[in-house]
């Protein structure tokens, strides 16, 4: 099984800040302690990647991915009666294209909070999506369960 994120999930990503859904992501650092936070930025950059922008470079998900790449976010929309997740590893980008790219498909309004581009980019390699407690696409070789 591969992950190959359909056209329906990735217009929901791209879409989720607009439609009043955020994404909520999580993180672990290094003391094991979970963080959740929502980034409006979050959105399909492949069919198996996720990106986000952050527009500040001391942002405390930036130094936990240094020490624990593995992430997941949850998606819900519930009039579309739609949800997923997606665990993955991530890791800062600074490449000045992947910026750019990642910066200029972020929601204006987001991208009104940092009009200088002071941030920089997350780029996030999909391990595997679950939907209703079942993992329906996952890379190869990935091992890990829907709960």
């Given at each position: 099984m591969?992950?190959?994120?359909?056209?329906?999930?990735?217009?929901a990503i791209n879409n989720a800040l607009a439609d009043a859904c955020p994404i909520m992501w999580t993180s672990t650092g290094a003391d094991g302690q979970p963080t959740l936070a929502f980034f409006g930025?979050?959105?399909?950059?492949?069919?198996?990647?996720?990106?986000?922008?952050?527009?500040?470079?001391n942002r405390g998900f930036l130094a936990r991915i240094e020490d624990n790449p593995k992430v997941a976010m949850m998606y819900r929309n519930g009039p579309a009666r739609l949800a997923f997740q997606i665990h993955g590893e991530a890791r800062r980008v600074d490449d000045p294209?992947?910026?750019?790219?990642?910066?200029?498909?972020?929601?204006?309004?987001?991208?009104?909070?940092?009009?200088?581009?002071?941030?920089?980019?997350?780029?996030?390699?999909?391990?595997?999506v679950i939907q209703r407690g079942a993992v329906i696409m996952a890379r190869d070789g990935d091992t890990g369960s829907a709960d």
């Open positions: 591969a992950v190959e994120l359909t056209e329906e999930f990735q217009t930025t979050t959105q399909a950059y492949s069919d198996h990647e996720l990106a986000i922008w952050m527009r500040t470079t294209a992947v910026k750019k790219h990642v910066y200029d498909a972020a929601p204006e309004v987001e991208q009104k909070t940092d009009p200088e581009r002071l941030g920089t980019a997350v780029i996030v390699e999909i391990s595997r």
